[in-house]
């Protein structure tokens, strides 16, 4: 049974509010966003969410750091001032006397360093799928010296059983080194242990893969189901909720290749952490493309790592042996 230590604790009950307050502005936003430099959206739900954290970091264990995605730079810009004031009311909602300042000081916590032990967080992970109203997930892990050793997930748009619903009781999972991967309800409830799919045929993989073909290689994807023989339609959806959906035995495989447009890209720690623990703790195997486990002791970025190859295990070597025919 899952142990209830203080960090624990802290991340099942920092997650179940972060999430409430995701799925509160999902369904009263209109869809306004703000552009990062890279072009990918960045929602007030995103800063919230960040600032929420942050703040509940600081008031549980404040000797820990946080490594986040987002950075207040761009609230506090004097064009940004309506955003910077919707954000600080959502978060009010939760924290009594956020003011602007409080709440980019917090946002701002998240530019910590990743050495020794951290927390790291992606707010929005999966921000384009939040803005159409569909899946995303708050990712909050702990690691220590370069290795996960706790990991949740908040899926509001997960049923309790981990398959995709819209505006359902949503799902909360949480994975804890050596004491495997665990399932409720975000409203409460009992906890389920996860376990992946006892798949082992190539020809009833079913892939879990994203929307944006931005994030990936669509022509390889689709030459990697031809060498495995893999028949099955595959399952798109946005974020770690495809971990999740993993380690529940909702599919086989996620698969993240390199862009052809960014060969050299490299996966950053918190698009990762969370995700990759439940799976492995549920009994999956997570790796990068070339078979090497994914290396969080390099700072924000999983500098070691080729892309991310994440399975129910069973086949794991054989994906490995298609990913070398095609070239991926």
């Not at 495997?180 to 082992?200: H, Q």
């Amino acid at each position: 049974m899952l142990e209830m230590t203080p960090e624990v604790q802290f991340a099942l009950a920092a997650v179940r509010q972060a999430s409430w307050l995701a799925k509160r502005i999902q369904r009263e936003m209109t869809g306004e966003s703000l552009s990062k430099d890279d072009r990918s959206p960045v929602t007030v739900a995103d800063f919230a969410v960040q600032a929420v954290l942050a703040y509940l970091l600081q008031q549980h264990f404040p000797q820990d750091a946080l490594v986040a995605e987002e950075s207040a730079a761009a609230l506090r810009q004097p064009e940004n001032a309506e955003l910077l004031e919707r954000v600080v009311a959502y978060v009010r909602i939760l924290v009594r006397g956020a003011t602007p300042e409080t709440v980019c000081s917090w946002i701002d916590r998240g530019a910590a360093a990743p050495t020794g032990r951290f927390w790291v967080l992606d707010p929005i992970d999966g921000t384009k799928g939040f803005l159409r109203g569909d899946q995303y997930v708050t990712a909050l892990a702990l690691v220590e010296e370069g290795s996960v050793q706790l990991g949740a997930l908040g899926c509001p748009n997960l049923s309790p059983e981990l398959e995709p619903e819209r505006n359902g009781k949503g799902a909360l999972a949480i994975a804890v080194r050596g004491a495997g991967s665990w399932t409720m309800s975000l409203d409460g409830g009992n906890w389920r242990p996860l376990r992946v799919s006892a798949v082992d045929t190539p020809a009833r993989v079913r892939l879990l893969r994203s929307f944006e073909a931005a994030h990936t290689d669509g022509d390889k994807i689709a030459a990697f189901a031809r060498a495995l023989g893999a028949n099955a339609e595959p399952v798109r959806l946005d974020s770690q909720a495809k971990y999740a959906m993993l380690a529940a035995g909702r599919g086989e495989v996620v698969l993240r290749l390199l862009s052809p447009s960014r060969p050299d890209y490299r996966e950053k720690i918190w698009d990762q952490a969370a995700g990759a623990l439940i799976v492995e703790e549920a009994g999956g195997q997570v790796t990068d493309l070339d078979g090497r486990s994914l290396d969080f002791s390099q700072g924000r970025l999983l500098t070691n790592n080729r892309g991310v190859l994440a399975t129910n295990g069973r086949l794991h070597a054989e994906m490995l042996a298609a990913l070398r025919q095609i070239g991926a």
